[in-house]
């Protein structure tokens, strides 16, 4: 399926950062497709919609049985991909998704161990003929992440997570990306947000100017 719209996925461990340029991305990006009539629409997992916004709260607050948690994934994926990024593509209209199915490859598969074949069979499922045009990966050394995390606010079952948790949510996110270079790009985000712009700046150049991304 062809969409004359595109999709933005922002990914990353908790504390790496990634939230802090998500704004900044859909303002460039709505400057720049204001002449063509075109919005820019922010979202996020779990949630999105109505539906998905109350399956967050048990989400990322209770604990249930793995495989349960990867299908609420999926469940609120696929209304989110229903009600908010698949007509929003139709229309031309862009969506940032501050996560998408990579993290619950990184989170359900990496962290929690969860078969990578069951997931596979998920998301062929849940959205076969979708997948991000662009995945920004915001990578920090894991004691980075964890010394952010510290400093905010009350966290939730994911952020409370012991070390070797992150350590491998953070390699299956990198695993990931190797295994999809045409779509993925890694920032680090140990720099400077001035630094890290740059960086995006040129990313959103490219996808604006030709519908692919730059190899940087």
Not at 4 to 25: M, N, P, Q, R
Not at 125 to 137: E, G, I, M, R, S
Request: hydrophobic content about 40%; overall charge negative.
């Amino acid at each position: 399926m062809t969409f004359s719209g595109k999709l933005i996925s922002f990914e990353g461990i908790d504390g790496a950062g990634k939230s802090t340029h998500i704004h900044y991305v859909a303002d460039r990006l709505q400057a720049a497709l204001a002449s063509q009539n075109k919005q820019v629409i922010c979202s996020r997992e779990p949630g999105g919609t109505p539906l998905g916004e109350t399956l967050r709260q048990i989400l990322l607050q209770q604990k249930m049985h793995l495989e349960t948690e990867a299908l609420l994934m999926f469940a609120v994926r696929r209304e989110h991909i229903a009600q908010v990024i698949e007509p929003a593509l139709k229309r031309g209209d862009w969506v940032i998704s501050d996560r998408f199915t990579d993290a619950s490859f990184a989170y359900q598969g990496g962290g929690r161990h969860l078969s990578l074949e069951k997931l596979n069979v998920l998301e062929q499922w849940v959205h076969p003929h979708l997948q991000p045009d662009l995945t920004l990966l915001f990578d920090v050394p894991l004691e980075v992440a964890r010394a952010r995390l510290n400093a905010t606010r009350d966290l939730d079952k994911f952020e409370q997570e012991k070390a070797t948790f992150f350590a491998d949510t953070r390699n299956e996110y990198l695993r990931r990306a190797a295994e999809f270079p045409q779509r993925f790009r890694i920032i680090d985000s140990t720099r400077s947000i001035d630094e890290i712009r740059v960086q995006i700046d040129v990313l959103i150049d490219t996808l604006l100017g030709n519908g692919g991304v730059s190899a940087q």
